[in-house]
């Protein structure tokens, strides 16, 4: 059985892209060897579409940007010293009565400073 555990947060987007890309390439062959019939030539065509959807999503990024927060942390504790922490929310959609879950993270690790 292969170990799970060690193929977790790999970016398997190349391979991904590689194997759709062979796939359009076969569908293409298919399409050339069978240019006659207008239904499957059709029908090829709403796979390379669907094909081409897929890589689109592939490609797009998807981790959020964790910089522009840490930015803004950081602009706020230059600010103001005295803080000792922030409040996040992060809601997937808007909502009149939203439905958050709470995490509290705690800095338990001090730096070479001391803080």
């Not at 892209?17 to 062979?22: A, C, N, T």
């Amino acid at each position: 059985m292969m170990d799970n555990i060690a193929h977790e947060n790999q970016d398997y987007s190349n391979d991904i892209e590689y194997h759709l890309g062979q796939l359009q390439a076969d569908l293409y062959r298919m399409q050339i060897s069978n240019n006659r019939n207008f239904i499957l030539s059709k029908s090829i065509d709403n796979q390379i579409a669907t094909i081409e959807m897929i890589k689109k999503l592939v490609q797009a990024e998807v981790r959020f940007d964790w910089l522009k927060i840490q930015d803004k942390i950081d602009g706020s504790y230059t600010k103001d010293h005295s803080l000792t922490g922030f409040i996040i929310w992060f809601d997937f959609k808007e909502s009149k009565n939203p439905n958050r879950g709470f995490l509290q993270v705690t800095k338990i690790q001090e730096d070479k400073n001391g803080k």
